[in-house]
């Protein structure tokens, strides 16, 4: 079993509908989540963070999370095109300040103008 | 907000080469900064945690004789590929955690990348 796992999609969307973007992961001491979006040929880019069980708004970007079912999502409303990238799911384990993050193989969204 | 500045951002060069990368955080102190490697169409896969003035952290199934790492100051880590093979052509990313997070779960800062292509 992966450590973070994500659907890899493409995930199309039409322009202006809710994209979700789901992220599953095993282990159940991990504490830190974060959504990057990466364009091809960039590196990541921080989208969200998220760290207590529920919903954390930013703008467009909803991040969810649900420790006891070890499941983090990303919710993005109004998708514009521009928005059409590879999304990495990346947890922490831990407290401690330098523990590794693993991230996920991405889920690469398509939003459709 | 934080900057990581990576250098360069691409490198082709022949097989047997050795090549270095630098990862620089500019306007804040890095005590520990990471390097990945990606290749194409999959994740992140962390190689080494860099650690200032102290010995780097190699993740499990990466040579550290092949992969050199200094990280000699707050604000500067590297990287060098010795004897770069085609194999090793990936597109490799460094990120930095500011220093005054401390302990805390604050996210990493990433460096625009290098793509590297070995001949």
């Known amino acids: 079993q992966k450590e973070v796992e994500q659907n890899s999609g493409p995930l199309s969307v039409p322009e202006g509908a809710i994209a979700s973007l789901n992220c599953t992961y095993s282990?159940?001491?991990?504490?830190?989540f974060f959504w990057y979006r990466q364009y091809s040929g960039k590196s990541p880019e921080l989208i969200m963070f998220i760290y207590s069980n529920g919903d954390k708004e930013d703008g467009r970007f909803t991040a969810q999370l649900n420790k006891a079912s070890q499941y983090v999502s990303l919710l993005i409303r109004d998708s514009q095109p521009s928005d059409s990238a590879t999304y990495l799911c990346?947890?922490?384990?831990?407290?401690?300040?330098?523990?590794?993050?693993?991230f996920g193989t991405g889920t690469k969204l398509q939003v459709i103008p | 907000g934080a900057v990581v500045s990576q250098h360069p951002s691409r490198v082709i060069c022949k097989s047997g080469t050795s090549v270095k990368i630098e990862c620089r955080s500019l306007d804040f102190q890095a005590t520990t900064m990471f390097w990945y490697r990606q290749f194409p169409k999959q994740s992140l896969m962390l190689m080494a945690t860099?650690?200032?003035?102290?010995?780097?952290?190699?993740e499990q199934g990466v040579e550290k004789d092949k992969f050199l790492i200094n990280h000699a100051s707050l604000t500067l880590s590297t990287l060098t590929v010795t004897s770069a093979h085609p194999e090793d052509s990936s597109f490799y990313i460094c990120s930095a955690k500011d220093r005054r997070a401390g302990l805390g779960n604050q996210p990493q800062h990433f460096g625009d990348g290098t793509r590297l292509s070995i001949l």
């Open positions: 990346a947890v922490k384990k831990g407290p401690g300040g330098y523990q590794k993050v693993t």
């Open positions: 860099s650690n200032e003035g102290s010995k780097a952290t190699y």
């Open positions: 282990d159940r001491g991990s504490q830190s």
